[in-house]
């Protein structure tokens, strides 16, 4: 069974830093393309950002709303993903959702996601 | 980052079919048949119901269905049930995003 589980949220001052986890089991991790998604309190999806798969180069795409302040890494040895987020900003603020498409399925699917985890920026 | 647009909300009475419509460009939806539709129930993380346009993940009831003509993408729910009632967000490969884009989500209600 896939299981992907998010930690790292919390309560962080604007400005502050973060790091959220994403500890994934039950697939071929080092295949795997893995995604970070969030979404604002009463909003919709968004597009965070994503790492490919070594074979792939193992490079990463921020969405233009981050780029420069997160970064995403992945330890395919202890099969964890990362989202690095400096200097927050109050519209930081959602649900972080880690997410992939896991064996079955091509790199534009994500049929597999964690439960998310909640990152509150405030003064 | 550009987003696909759906309705804010389509509501339908159980038992009959309610189409949500999902509207790209010529640069995701119209480009490639990597559209793929999310259902989420409030406080859980999204559930894939469709993908690539007209597939069904195993589990998923055959009362869904997808198309697209274009740059338009449908989710069809026939046979609607009260457990219907939730948010739903395509998404769509894009060529000129990071990877996907997602739509601005469909509220569902079963009246």
């Known amino acids: 069974e896939v299981q992907l589980v998010e930690s790292g949220g919390g309560l962080l001052r604007p400005g502050g830093s973060l790091r959220l986890s994403c500890a994934a089991s039950?697939?071929?991790?080092?295949?795997?393309?893995m995604i970070w998604v969030r979404q604002a309190p009463g909003k919709g999806l968004e597009w965070v950002g994503l790492i490919r798969t070594k074979n792939d180069g193992g490079t990463t795409d921020v969405a233009a709303p981050v780029k420069g302040r997160f970064t995403i890494s992945r330890d395919d040895s202890d099969h964890i993903f990362y989202l690095e987020m400096n200097s927050l900003k109050t519209e930081d603020t959602a649900v972080y959702y880690c997410a992939t498409h896991g064996d079955l399925y091509g790199a534009a699917t994500l049929p597999y996601w964690g439960q998310g985890t909640l990152v509150t920026v405030s003064s | 980052q550009s987003v696909l647009t759906q309705p804010a909300s389509v509501s339908g009475s159980p038992g009959q079919s309610i189409t949500i419509s999902c509207t790209g460009t010529?640069?995701?939806?119209?480009?490639?048949?990597?559209v793929s539709w999310y259902q989420q129930h409030p406080g859980k993380a999204p559930k894939l119901v469709i993908y690539?346009?007209?597939s069904r993940p195993s589990g998923v009831s055959n009362r869904f269905s997808g198309s697209k003509s274009g740059s338009t993408a449908s989710l069809t729910i026939s046979g609607l049930q009260a457990e219907d009632e939730a948010d739903y967000y395509c998404?769509?490969?894009?060529?000129?995003?990071?990877?996907?884009?997602f739509g601005t989500g469909t509220k569902v209600t079963v009246l």
């Open positions: 039950g697939f071929t991790f080092k295949n795997a393309w």
């Open positions: 010529s640069g995701d939806v119209g480009a490639y048949n990597y």
């Open positions: 998404s769509s490969y894009s060529g000129v995003s990071i990877h996907s884009v």
């Open positions: 690539e346009v007209n």
